[in-house]
């Protein structure tokens, strides 16, 4: 059985490899080139892979696509300092998982209960879009951290990058996908005892289109914390 002192151990060695992770040419070159936004020049970009965030005896993991180029690549912390991850956050305080409703930097003094934050690809990609390889070489990391999450009972995933990224950590634990479809609002029960819920990806795109809206993201995470 692990110790309180081994799993510290364990998570901190972990964050370790994925910031020092190059596998990825591609990916390496973008998040360290890509350009500050004039709003940001005056600041320093973290432009490293992002490990996940969160209470590390989290129940809820909640899965994004990657970083983005002025949210986690410049803050240095995964769904921070940009408008998904203000939509994100304040919903999750809502919800009593977050103890301000602001994701800004590294030290505003965030913290989650009960949930852990982390996305697919740990990397900003060009274009939001990492090639299927790039998905391939982070994967054991996004393996890694649901296996570390010992008390983890709910997934969810918002967009089909996440989705597709947890089915496949499914199918390598030799269990079915069968019948699992990705949809706003889908909730599966699956053969290892966890939960599956599915929603659209909060990107100002979806939100300032209202393919997903605020009540609808509220009413699926009400949904998973009465059925945790």
Request: glycine letters at 8%; hydrophobic letters at 40%.
């Amino acid at each position: 059985m692990a110790t309180k002192t081994n799993n510290l151990s364990m998570w901190k060695n972990f964050q370790a490899v994925v910031i020092n992770c190059r596998k990825c040419p591609r990916l390496v070159a973008h998040r360290e080139t890509v350009p500050a936004r004039p709003l940001y020049q005056h600041q320093k970009y973290w432009r490293r892979p992002l490990p996940g965030f969160g209470d590390q005896q989290a129940w809820l993991l909640i899965t994004g696509l990657a970083p983005a180029g002025d949210g986690g690549n410049r803050t240095g912390r995964v769904f921070t300092g940009d408008a998904t991850a203000r939509f994100l956050v304040k919903a999750l305080y809502a919800q009593g998982w977050a103890n301000q409703p602001i994701s800004e930097s590294l030290d505003d003094g965030l913290i989650l209960k009960d949930c852990y934050l982390t996305a697919a690809v740990k990397c900003f990609p060009p274009k939001h879009k990492p090639t299927r390889q790039e998905c391939v070489n982070c994967h054991p990391y996004y393996m890694q951290e649901i296996e570390m999450l010992f008390k983890l009972r709910v997934i969810l995933v918002l967009g089909k990058l996440a989705f597709d990224a947890f089915l496949l950590a499914l199918k390598k634990q030799g269990l079915s996908t069968k019948g699992i479809k990705f949809k706003h609002g889908a909730f599966y029960r699956l053969e290892n005892g966890l939960k599956l819920y599915c929603s659209y990806h909060p990107t100002p795109r979806n939100v300032n289109t209202g393919t997903l809206t605020e009540k609808m993201f509220y009413d699926l995470l009400e949904e998973i914390k009465k059925a945790q």
